[in-house]
């Protein structure tokens, strides 16, 4: 239907948004030129729409740019998405840091960016969800260890909280809230992020079974 050069050798990880392909281009080793960027593409013509550059502080700063994926699926109604920034000034110890970014997808602008204390790995896993409050809306995020609620307008943190001391977790989203599956200590833990409350825990002395994304809650033995 239509091909498109890429001009960027470093750009990959197609994802498709509505009728949008995003691509980023991170730079994780000394001597690469250019800075990380996000690419976006109409899916209907391949042409190219906009593109973000994240400018490094020197050659020796490795940056990998993911965007944060939707709970349940890539595809969303919304007209922003979140990235994480994942940052590492290379041979200087703790010089460790990430950030969140929500981009705005018609014209491409950075409507905010703020540094977070966030649990995320090389790959920047993260899954979010948004909730309506009527004038204010929160972006919660998690990870493999860790809940985070933003202000969805200006990026300030409400409220976070980490299981990194917790051993064997998972962390889903279960319609508005959020259930923390202990594997060491075989429980559920089911938390509220607008209240930031834990609503009920759930202790099993058998073996519990596994708890599956896209299925929901199986059965628990």
Same mark, same amino acid.
């Given at each position: 239907?239509?091909?498109?050069?890429?001009?960027?050798?470093?750009?990959?990880?197609?994802?498709?948004?509505?009728?949008?392909?995003?691509?980023?281009?991170?730079?994780?080793?000394?001597?690469?030129?250019?800075?990380?960027?996000?690419?976006?593409? @109409?899916?209907? *013509? &391949?042409?190219? +729409? $906009?593109?973000?550059? %994240?400018?490094?502080?020197?050659?020796?700063?490795?940056?990998?740019?993911?965007?944060?994926?939707?709970?349940?699926?890539?595809?969303?109604?919304?007209?922003?998405?979140?990235?994480?920034?994942?940052?590492?000034?290379?041979?200087?110890?703790?010089?460790?840091?990430?950030?969140?970014?929500?981009?705005?997808?018609?014209?491409?602008?950075?409507?905010?960016?703020?540094?977070?204390?966030?649990?995320?790995?090389?790959?920047?896993?993260?899954?979010?969800?948004?909730?309506?409050?009527?004038?204010?809306?929160?972006?919660?995020?998690?990870?493999?260890?860790?809940?985070?609620?933003? @202000?969805?307008? *200006? &990026?300030?943190? +409400? $409220?976070?909280?980490? %299981?990194?001391?917790?051993?064997?977790?998972?962390?889903?989203?279960?319609?508005?809230?959020?259930?923390?599956?202990?594997?060491?200590?075989?429980?559920?833990?089911?938390?509220?992020?607008?209240?930031?409350?834990?609503?009920?825990?759930?202790?099993?002395?058998?073996?519990?079974?596994?708890?599956?994304?896209?299925?929901?809650?199986?059965?628990?033995?």
């Amino acid at each position: 239907v239509w091909e498109n050069p890429i001009l960027d050798k470093l750009a990959e990880n197609p994802i498709i948004i509505n009728n949008m392909i995003f691509l980023t281009s991170n730079r994780y080793e000394q001597g690469q030129t250019g800075e990380p960027t996000l690419y976006a593409y @109409n899916i209907l *013509t &391949g042409e190219p +729409i $906009w593109g973000i550059e %994240f400018p490094r502080d020197n050659e020796t700063h490795a940056m990998l740019v993911n965007i944060v994926r939707e709970r349940g699926s890539f595809s969303n109604s919304n007209s922003t998405i979140p990235l994480v920034l994942n940052s590492t000034q290379k041979n200087i110890i703790g010089a460790q840091y990430k950030e969140i970014a929500l981009i705005e997808t018609t014209g491409g602008s950075v409507l905010w960016r703020k540094r977070v204390a966030i649990d995320v790995g090389i790959g920047g896993f993260l899954e979010s969800m948004l909730i309506d409050r009527g004038e204010d809306k929160l972006l919660v995020l998690i990870s493999d260890n860790d809940i985070i609620t933003l @202000n969805n307008k *200006t &990026g300030d943190k +409400i $409220w976070s909280k980490n %299981f990194s001391s917790a051993g064997s977790l998972s962390i889903y989203f279960w319609n508005q809230k959020i259930l923390v599956k202990n594997g060491d200590e075989n429980s559920l833990t089911l938390w509220d992020p607008v209240s930031h409350k834990e609503e009920w825990e759930y202790y099993n002395e058998n073996v519990m079974t596994s708890i599956g994304k896209s299925e929901g809650l199986r059965r628990m033995d």
